[in-house]
């Protein structure tokens, strides 16, 4: 499988830039013979909205708004299948002049109402959803999956995925079957509310449970670096850029890549976040666990965050600072080994073959049942 991930910065509510900028990217990278393109969460609206007020100018009905029809577009132009997240506000179809907007009959009043006073309506907004749409080389939609894990932020207006975590089928790389795959986004990686017990390890679980061969995770990750660790010299300086080509010669994510190392001259903006990529290893335990004696198949897991800054004060919210390293791994037989990954402050497309063994640029083993990123509980960098 050729699989592809757009790493880049979006600007929050600029819609328009935002797909202008992931079509310039796009434009500079090679996607001939692609299979698989994945974005990150929220991926055009950008993130950190703090309220329902703050996102509803920016709510997209279901599987119709802008970011549908560029994951379509992109889809039939590339011919390979687009994964993309959007806020959703959950509505059947777009409403048309000719189809009055539904309406909810009032329920009987408890005590007579004051003459003249007019009952208040029930509810006036429909649920909306942390959503990633998965739509195919042929143009058409194949999944619309709604975020299962609610992170703060989102929950100030998503409702979670009522369908819980999902599967489906996706025709990949000539592979003469259909490719079982798990879709999520970001805190479905972590325990549920950060209340459920670590071991519970829900998505990844539920990913072997189905026997999938490929998860994809579309996400906003957070992280507690300063912007200076990220490469951030000045508030509005953009991201680096990169080519796939670029991408696959990043720092492997080793000890050796710690930012104290004095010997390593490595732009920091181009160093994926090692402590970040170690916590998602971790949280993918049973995938990674499953032994090669149980003739389980390794699993292809692809990381697709975004990059950047968003809010601070005078953006109404909190700072919000991304984690950046999209990564693309094979886990399995107690190993994560990494095929590719972007740094933490990289805008660029990261591309690889997931039919090649190696070269490896890093990975991960396990350690006594336990992941390296044990201690990740300290990780709810999520989003």
């Known amino acids: 499988m050729h699989i592809a991930t757009l790493q880049f910065s979006p600007l929050l509510g600029e819609v328009e830039r935002n797909i202008a900028r992931a079509d310039e990217l796009l ?103 942390n959503t990633l749409l998965l739509a195919s080389r042929s143009g058409s939609i194949l999944l619309n999956y709604r975020k299962t894990h609610l992170y703060y932020t989102d929950a100030t207006w998503a409702s979670p995925g009522p369908a819980g975590f999902q599967t489906l089928d996706l025709p990949l790389g000539g592979a003469a079957a259909a490719v079982r795959t798990a879709p999520g986004i970001c805190m479905d990686l972590n325990p549920h509310r950060f209340l459920a017990p670590w071991a519970a390890f829900e998505f990844a679980a539920h990913a072997r449970a189905a026997r999938c061969r490929l998860v994809v995770l579309s996400m906003a990750w957070l992280t507690r670096l300063g912007r200076e660790e990220l490469g951030w010299a000045a508030e509005r300086e953009q991201p680096a850029r990169s080519t796939g080509e670029e991408a696959q ?33 971790s949280r993918l335990q049973p995938l990674v666990a499953a032994a090669a004696e149980e003739e389980e198949e390794e699993v292809v897991v692809v990381c697709a965050n975004r990059c950047g800054v968003e809010g601070g004060a005078a953006g109404g919210a909190e700072e919000a600072r991304y984690a950046g390293s999209s990564t693309v791994m094979r886990v399995g037989g107690g190993v994560a080994r990494v095929w590719g990954c972007l740094g933490r402050g990289e805008e660029g497309v990261l591309r690889v073959d997931t039919g090649r063994e190696g070269p490896w640029v890093g990975g991960w083993v396990l350690r006594g049942g336990e992941g390296d990123g044990e201690d990740g509980e300290d990780g709810e960098g999520e989003s």
Do not use: K, M
Request: with cysteine; hydrophobic share 35%.
């Open 249 to 281: 010669r990043s720092p492997p994510p080793t000890d050796e890549n710690d930012d104290d190392n004095d010997d390593d001259d490595t732009p920091l903006r181009l160093r994926p976040d090692a402590d970040t990529q170690a916590y998602w290893v």
């Open 27 to 129: 434009a500079a990278a090679n996607t001939e013979g692609l299979d698989l393109l994945v974005l990150p969460e929220l991926a055009f609206t950008g993130y950190n909205f703090p309220s329902r007020a703050a996102i509803t100018p920016h709510l997209e009905p279901t599987a119709s708004g802008p970011t549908a029809a560029w994951a379509i577009r992109t889809a039939l132009r590339l011919h390979c299948t687009v994964c993309v997240g959007y806020p959703e506000l959950a509505v059947a179809a777009p409403l048309t002049p000719t189809t009055p907007p539904p309406t909810s009959p009032l329920p009987p009043s408890p005590t007579p109402l004051p003459p003249g006073a007019v009952p208040a309506p029930l509810h006036t907004h429909p649920p909306a959803h």
